[in-house]
């Protein structure tokens, strides 16, 4: 069975600018998960999708924002990206019951 | 919102130690509690997780327990090895065992000297 897959693997944007990161899920598994990963804050929630429906946000401003699509398949945008936002992004899928099961992210870096 | 706190933030051991980590987390309703490993450049690898019905879950060398009532849990490596060096995290959810919102505590470094 295929894991979690994030694609692109790695980005380099210039500030202002807007990034839009994808996920597929292992097949199956219908909730998404996102989180941001950085040596200082360590790993944080941004939202969770479940059936195309976001059930669960974290505290990040609007400028992130999320969807899922009707075959699980997930995508976050940023938008007008700052150097703050540099960071590892990480994306989990999850059955519903049982342990989330993380891609190997996407490594944006703002310049 | 929910808040857990791990320590230590690092820890060496030699090998074949055990090594014990510990988590406490601010939310009564967290109800699931998984552990993860990552290694560097790699992705978080689940490694072992509890629910809060049960007080300590085994898989082989790693075993978790829980104590609700101080609100904590711990993570325990036996008989380390080298492989076993990586940073761990522990994590707290109060949506029935998903992964609606995972909170983490800040991770610490293992370091199994040979």
Redesign the interface.
Known sequence: KAGVTQTPRYLIKTRGQQVTLSCSPISGHRSVSWYQQTPGQGLQFLFEYFSETQRNKGNFPGRFSGRQFSNSRSEMNVSTLELGDSALYLCASSLGQGGAFFGQGTRLTVV | GENVEQHPSTLSVQEGDSAVIKCTYSDSASNYF?W?KQELG?????II?IRSNVGEKKDQRIAVTLNKTAKHFSLHITETQPEDSAVY?C?ASD?????????????TLLTVNP
């Open positions: 998984p993860y790699k992705r978080p690898q689940l997780d995290f994590a949506s029935g065992g998903s992964n609606y919102k995972l909170t983490f505590g800040k991770g």
